[in-house]
DNA sequence: CGCTCGGTTGATTCGCTTCAAGCCTTGTGG
DNA sequence: CCACAAGGCTTGAAGCGAATCAACCGAGCG
């Protein structure tokens, strides 16, 4: 914690960006200086909708966050989870108005960074602009990722999922080898990965007969990290946290 | 055609661009001027693997690529399917190496665009810039609604591919409402939505009997469109099509 | 000609869904 | 302080959609 509250705000954003380039003391001023105000959630609450023209992106300082949609069958489809540090509609910067909802899995504090300071700062930091765009690329990245549990089992699908929280909850300082908290019930899980409640209910059993991993009341509690990777056929790379100029 | 070779590469990227924005004369001379040389490569070529480092981009001018990964169970992947006037891996820019490979599905020519040349444009025309952003945020938009295919059944993700396959080639002259041409194998349709050959078939004979769309010997032949669009559950707003600054 | 690859069809199996019921925890109001 | 409702978790039984296994066809091609 420090005296600014907008410097508290990016501190997981520039932690993330940091393992993945150098960042100067300036461009960790400009990028505080995209932040307006802070607001508080509580649990389900919708921050962003389809189709309204955006003025702001939000950043995630603290809870999870979901992009959802739903489907023609009524049911909801979770298409990304985000974590602090996360932008959540930064996209909705060029795209004007999302296609999706946003919403709070967990109580959750949000940052507003308003386009038109986004539009000056990216216009005189080239880097900050590419440190932006490199962000949304990631986004990009996991996209695929869960693209490619089209071709996982349902232990697969679980399993990737917690892979990836907790090597994205690590970089922020919010999980260990060990273990993470997830205050997600597991139908959020079962949206997440378009399984019934019902089957994750089974498979997390299964996962936790093994001693695989356990997840309960909020918490994942991993067993055998090797294990739930080759489960999940889970490779770190497309998260791309490996420093280098960008 | 002009007489330019560099006009004519561009020509539907410029295309799908102007669907989404204003571009002047200036802006499109600089697009062309992003390309060095344009390659011809048959079916089944690899045009980028995953952790080489790159030194360009490659803009699809002609025929059909996918992006794919392998599955831990041996099985390909297929995350993403260009079409005339894509970049293949603009992401490559900022990531500096991929995460998949890059293989042509059917003949294809490639314009390439050198990094360094990408960098100096983009700082010398902001709005250029801008361009190539929003074209990768409209291909994480097309990730999320790939994501969204976990929860559709077989008849829906195949449906879904055709109607998007349909109106991102219409936008750059390739097809009409009553169907286009789409070089690919029913394996590489299986590849695409995480089913089998066998299934893919029957299913297609399902679409087929039914009238709603036939694909056969490189084509689909779109017999109600209205009715394909409902099994797909395909809502074309996530292509941001509409014209509008950037 | 014979090989290969893609497409087609049938029989069987399996993973996941559906339907149903019961449990536990938490919160709330009388 | 307790009754009760609601939401999430758990478990069983039955059904369905897609995978698997297997065979055959047909076109293109060396």
Not at 23 to 51: H, M, T
Not at 203 to 232: K, M, S, W, Y
Request: glycine residues 6%; neutral net charge; aromatic residues 6%.
């Amino acid at each position: 914690m420090t005296d600014d509250p907008k410097l508290d705000a990016i501190g997981s954003l520039i932690a993330r960006l940091r393992r993945s380039d150098m960042i100067s003391e300036n461009e960790v001023a400009a990028l505080a200086g995209l932040i307006s105000v802070c607001r508080d959630y509580p649990a389900r609450a919708v921050v962003a909708r389809p189709r309204e023209h955006l003025e702001k992106s939000q950043l995630l300082v603290e809870g999870f966050v979901a992009r959802q949609t739903e489907l023609p069958n009524g049911r909801r489809q979770i298409l990304a989870i985000h974590v602090p540090g996360d932008f959540l509609d930064l996209h909705g910067l060029l795209l004007k108005s999302l296609d999706h909802d946003v919403v709070t899995l967990s109580p959750a504090r949000l940052a507003e960074a308003p386009h038109a300071i986004l539009r000056e700062t990216t216009a005189q930091y080239p880097h900050v602009a590419r440190l932006l765009w490199f962000s949304t690329m990631v986004d990009a990245a996991i996209h695929r990722e869960w693209i490619a549990s089209l071709g996982r089992t349902a232990a697969g699908r679980i399993a990737h999922l917690f892979c990836e929280l907790q090597l994205r909850l690590e970089v922020v300082g919010r999980a260990d080898a060990d273990g993470y908290a997830l205050p997600l019930t597991q139908i959020d899980i079962a949206d997440a990965t378009a399984l019934t409640p019902v089957h994750v209910n089974r498979t997390l059993r299964h996962l936790r007969e093994a001693g695989i991993v356990d997840f309960r009341t909020g918490h994942v509690a991993i067993g055998d990290l090797p294990a739930l990777r080759r489960i999940a056929g889970f490779r770190p790379d497309y998260l791309y946290l490996e420093q280098q100029p960008r």
